[in-house]
């Protein structure tokens, strides 16, 4: 039977809730349906787009190519020892169930990542981070299908390249992949990352906290900021943290004396997105059917009905008041197609 179907409506597969349809669809179970869909599936076809639970794309117009969605499950021990434990998990696994499995068994590396939406498979592609860590931080390996040759190849971290949401998989190997598993290494006798925000503030009170006690208020914080995608249609930060050099992060505190920067190294600094985007008045702010989040301006929210277009529109408003006002350039950190 063909894996393949056709016309299919992406409303369910992501997170913004925009109605448009792609010209070919496929969900696949292990590798060897993989193999099969591309001697299905011309080889020369271009537009294959694989997604895992949409959380971080936006469509702006009907997609012409193949999504392909990979639904491999599994979570598996691969090694343990006294110190450490290495977790493999298929690409179709929920990242936050891996989160809420490390900390259920006290093994830490993960906990400040809790509740970020999404599959393991997507976990590299842009570095997940949150609250001082990244996912490049405790993943041992990637396993990814090659869509050239059919084989899979796996990846250590330094092969992955991970810097500050980015990865080779959105960069110089990109559409080149699937991934298909991703192995995690967890501690025993973790060192807890409780200095970012008020982490460490809400713990007060509590002796020796556990990766449970952080993934409680990791998961507080989180609910109490970010709007539920099954509420209002959204992806998370829709733009980057901008890094600009020292010279620029000086004259902007001398105009701005609150501008939230952070140390990056000696001649760069990070700037707040959020602030910028604020500052500007998008904070809470809506044209139509699309807005900023009230309580978290960087989330760009679809209040009912908006199209992939005027999501995209909004957000090209927003670069350009900000690069008008802070002469910075906003990246988009959503996949836009
Ligand atoms: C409310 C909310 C909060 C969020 N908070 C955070 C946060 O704190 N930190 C953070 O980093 N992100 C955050 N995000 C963004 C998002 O959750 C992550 O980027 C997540 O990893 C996306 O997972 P996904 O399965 O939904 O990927 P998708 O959105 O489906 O895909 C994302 C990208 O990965 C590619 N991809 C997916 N699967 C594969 C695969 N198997 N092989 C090759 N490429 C693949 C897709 O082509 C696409 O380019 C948030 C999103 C929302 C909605």
């Not at 369910?12 to 792609?22: E, K, L, N």
């Not at 990352?193 to 020796?208: A, M, P, S, V």
């Not at 997105?273 to 989330?299: D, F, N, S």
Request: hydrophobic letters at 35%; glycine letters at 8%.
């Amino acid at each position: 039977m063909s894996l393949l179907r056709r016309n299919v409506s992406l409303q369910p597969y992501h997170t913004f809730g925009v109605d448009v349809q792609t010209a070919y669809y496929a969900e696949v179970l292990n590798p060897t349906e993989l193999r099969d869909l591309f001697s299905e599936y011309p080889e020369d076809a271009e537009d294959i787009l694989v997604l895992g639970d949409g959380s971080n794309v936006l469509f702006t117009s009907p997609f012409e190519g193949l999504i392909i969605r990979p639904l491999l499950h599994g979570i598996t021990i691969e090694k343990e020892t006294d110190q450490y434990l290495i977790l493999r998990a298929g690409a179709g696994e929920k990242w936050d169930d891996v989160v809420q499995w490390a900390v259920n068994r006290n093994l830490g590396g993960a906990e400040n990542l809790s509740l970020i939406p999404g599959t393991v498979s997507a976990s590299p592609i842009q570095n997940i981070g949150a609250y001082g860590v990244e996912v490049g931080q405790v993943i041992e390996e990637v396993e990814a299908f090659s869509i050239q040759t059919g084989d899979l190849v796996c990846f250590s971290p330094e092969e992955c390249g991970f810097s500050y949401r980015n990865s080779i998989f959105k960069g110089s190997e990109k559409g080149k992949y699937i991934i298909t598993a991703v192995s995690y290494r967890f501690e025993k006798n973790p060192e807890l990352h409780l200095d970012y925000g008020d982490i460490r503030q809400r713990l007060e009170g509590i002796d020796n906290p556990t990766p449970a006690d952080v993934r409680r208020v990791v998961s507080d914080i989180r609910t109490s900021k970010l709007p539920d995608p099954a509420i209002l249609g959204n992806a998370g930060s829709f733009f980057k943290n901008p890094i600009i050099s020292l010279g620029h992060a000086e004259k902007l505190r001398q105009q701005y004396p609150d501008i939230p920067l952070y140390y990056i190294s000696e001649t760069e600094r990070k700037i707040s997105a959020a602030w910028m985007i604020q500052q500007c008045g998008w904070r809470g702010k809506r044209i139509g059917k699309v807005g900023t989040y009230e309580k978290q301006p960087l989330v760009l929210v679809n209040y009912g009905g908006a199209t992939g277009a005027e999501i995209f529109e909004t957000a090209q408003i927003i670069q350009w008041e900000v690069e008008h006002q802070f002469e910075v350039a906003l990246d988009i950190e959503v996949n836009v197609f």
